[in-house]
Every structure is written in structure tokens, then in C-alpha cells.
């Protein structure tokens, strides 16, 4: 699986639009990227996940670059709710060695 | 309703003793996952069962042994519990070994 890299943290303010940014400069063609989140002390949810189009679900949109090197999550209107660390991982749809790696991720707090 | 749960939420416990958490999914999945996430909160894949047989055995100590009765159930046994143990151990589920994974609150064990 490619690597990704993520700012260790950021900042929004309450209500406006929180812009994750994760680099996967490596990433193959066959190589999915995934979101996750995790709010202190809870397991991680799933946010979205995209191969080349952009994606949007009722969470959030992911904006994945033409050359597929770098991605953006978006959450449109944040809230003090959204504050978590935001995991940006690049999988491999086929094969046997399926799993998700985690890496350290963005620690995202939405200040009121 | 809850989709992943998993028991006891809180574990401590001796140095030496044998535990083991349970794991219980309702979101008809076929494959379960136990992930572990450290003091310095990286969370590492340990197992994973597609329709009760393994398919992931990530360098986990023997100490550690997955048991899923079906596939609704991942439970995970320590023996010979040791301080290094202590960490959040998460339990998960999917469909069909999709990346798109559901995780349980976490079971947050302490070895004295």
C-alpha cells in the first residue's frame, strides 16, 4: 500500500468548512484511498473512500487531484462534534494481504 | 442496537493472568477483525476471520489466540498476560474483507 502523509494537526472554526489534506504521491492505479475517523476514546468510523472521481456522502466529500497524488476531505459546515483525528489510508482493492493500515493521522479541533 | 459490541469495556488485571475480551457483531457481516492501539495511539491490525477461519495473523505473540464460534463472534484470549500488553484492543467487522470496516467501542485493558 502506498504511503500517505498528513499534517499531525489543524484547526477550524465551528461551522466552517474543515479542508484535510493528505498526500500519496506513490499511490498505483488499482489503490483506493480511504478515510477514517476517531473521536477521543471511541473506535474508529468510516467517512468515505474514493479511486479517481470525487466522492460525497452525507459525512463529508473527498476531492481526489487528476494526477491522484494528493487528496482533500471535506467537511462542509464542522462542528465541535468533528473534532477527532482523521486517518488518511491508501488500500489495494485485490489481493490476499487486505487490510488497513493506520498511520498517525490529523488531529482536527473545531474550535467554538 | 448496537452493531459491534464488545465485553468487558474496562479490564484490569495481573501480570501473569489469563483474559479474554468478546467480540459480537449484528450487521450480518462474514468477516471480524481485533486491532490493537498502543499508548502512542497507533492502532495495528492483529487478526482477522473471514467466515470463521483466519486470514490475517499479523506478528502477534502465541500468547494471543482468536477463537470465532461463528461469524457473528471474534473473541480474543491472552495468556500469560504481560505490562506490555496494556493498550485498547478494538474488535471490527466487514462484508466480504471490504475496506469499509465497522468498529466496536474498545476494550481498554491495564496489566499491573
Known amino acids: 500500500d502506498a504511503k500517505t502523509t498528513q499534517p499531525p494537526s489543524m484547526d477550524c472554526a465551528e461551522g466552517r468548512a474543515a479542508n484535510l489534506p493528505c498526500n500519496h504521491s506513490?499511490?498505483?492505479?488499482?489503490?483506493?484511498v480511504y478515510w477514517y475517523r476517531q473521536i477521543h476514546s471511541q473506535g474508529p468510523q468510516y467517512i468515505i473512500h474514493?479511486?479517481?472521481n470525487n466522492e460525497t456522502n452525507e459525512m463529508a466529500s473527498l476531492i481526489i487531484t487528476e494526477d491522484r497524488k494528493s487528496s482533500t476531505l471535506i467537511l462542509p459546515h464542522a462542528t465541535l462534534r468533528d473534532t477527532a483525528v482523521y486517518y488518511c489510508?491508501?488500500?489495494?482493492?485485490?489481493?490476499?494481504?487486505?487490510?488497513?493500515?493506520f498511520g498517525s493521522g490529523t488531529q482536527l479541533t473545531v474550535l467554538p | 442496537d448496537t452493531a459491534v459490541s464488545q465485553t468487558p469495556k474496562y479490564l484490569v488485571t495481573q501480570m501473569g493472568n489469563d483474559k479474554s475480551i468478546k467480540c459480537e457483531q449484528n450487521?450480518?457481516?462474514?468477516?471480524m477483525y481485533w486491532y490493537k492501539q498502543d499508548s502512542k495511539k497507533f492502532l495495528k491490525i492483529m487478526f482477522s476471520?473471514?467466515?470463521?477461519?483466519?486470514?490475517i495473523n499479523e506478528t502477534v505473540p502465541n500468547r494471543f489466540s482468536p477463537k470465532s464460534p461463528d461469524k457473528a463472534h471474534l473473541n480474543l484470549h491472552i495468556n500469560s498476560l504481560e505490562l506490555g500488553d496494556s493498550a485498547v484492543y478494538f474488535c471490527?467487522?466487514?462484508?466480504?474483507?471490504?475496506?469499509?470496516?465497522?468498529f466496536g467501542p474498545g476494550t481498554r485493558l491495564l496489566v499491573l
Open positions: 476471520y473471514n467466515n470463521k477461519e483466519l486470514i
Open positions: 506513490t499511490i498505483s492505479g488499482n489503490e483506493y
Open positions: 474514493g479511486l479517481k
Open positions: 489510508i491508501a488500500v489495494i482493492s485485490s489481493g490476499s494481504a487486505r487490510q488497513l493500515t
Open positions: 450487521l450480518g457481516h462474514d468477516t
Open positions: 471490527a467487522s466487514s462484508q466480504e474483507r471490504q475496506f469499509t470496516q465497522y
